[in-house]
Nanobody
């Protein structure tokens, strides 16, 4: 069955960096666009970044442009989110997402930015 397992979250000070990973299994990873979403307490889930299959084109939310980088390694069935210059507003649960005839979400990894 499809599984998406995120890791790499944690507590970081403002200005710090984290690298999130999402390891996928149960489907042909290279055939799918992969995305990262986040949800802060009391707020709706929002798209952070998306990386297309085949072309590898990347799309970012305006609030992360220049700070976050999404990438993928199809040989490892893994999508990454490198997050630099983290700010308190980036505090949220971060989710890996695979769209398709049926959508799949990971369980999330918590990112907390605080001094």
């Amino acid at each position: 069955q499809v599984q998406l397992v995120e890791s790499g979250g944690g507590l970081v000070q403002p200005g710090g960096s984290l690298r999130l990973s999402c390891e996928a299994s149960g489907f042909h990873f290279s055939a799918y666009t992969m995305s990262w979403y986040r949800q802060a307490p009391g707020k709706e889930r929002e798209l952070v970044a998306r990386i297309l299959n085949v072309t590898g084109n990347k799309q970012y939310a305006d609030f992360v442009k220049g700070r976050f980088t999404i990438s993928r390694d199809d040989a490892k069935n893994t999508v990454y989110l490198q997050m630099n210059n983290l700010q308190p507003d980036d505090t949220a649960m971060y989710y890996c997402f695979r769209p398709g005839r049926r959508d799949f979400w990971g369980q999330g990894t918590q990112v907390t930015v605080s001094s």
